[in-house]
Nanobody, 125 residues
Framework: QLVESGGGSVQTGGSLRLSCAFS????????MAWFRQAPGKEREGVAG???????VYGKFVEDRFTISKDNIQATLTLQMTQLKPEDTAMYYC??????????????????????WGQGTQVTVS
């Protein structure tokens, strides 16, 4: 089970910290990621983290966001800064046990992720 929290409304240039609490999976061996979906748009990858170290970000992140995880607390975090109106979306955390392709080059398609949270809304105005 994945449960997101931390969304809300902020002004342009503000910051938010999203969290995803994991249960029922071994976070130390699980690939995890943040995705987002704006109204009328496809769900897109925001950031991903491999249990073996590699971290990836969507091109639009531009060094504004940081993904991290806490193996003891079993949480995934997305620290977002310099938020823009175009960052407005529902943000989802996702997890999968393994990857059939290279994680760093193949992480973004949603079909490769098995477990999903319900999402948390981020609104930037």
């Amino acid at each position: 089970q994945l449960v997101e929290s931390g969304g809300g409304s902020v002004q342009t240039g503000g910051s938010l910290r999203l969290s995803c609490a994991f249960s029922g999976v071994d976070i130390r061996r699980t690939y995890m990621a943040w995705f987002r979906q704006a109204p009328g748009k496809e769900r897109e990858g925001v950031a991903g983290i491999s249990p073996y170290g590699p971290i990836v970000y969507g091109k639009f992140v531009e060094d504004r966001f940081t993904i991290s995880k806490d193996n003891i607390q079993a949480t995934l975090t997305l620290q977002m800064t310099q938020l823009k109106p175009e960052d407005t979306a529902m943000y989802y955390c996702a997890a999968v046990d393994s990857f059939p392709v290279s994680f760093t080059s193949g992480w973004s398609p949603t079909r490769r992720w098995k477990y999903w949270g319900q999402g948390t809304q981020v609104t930037v105005s």
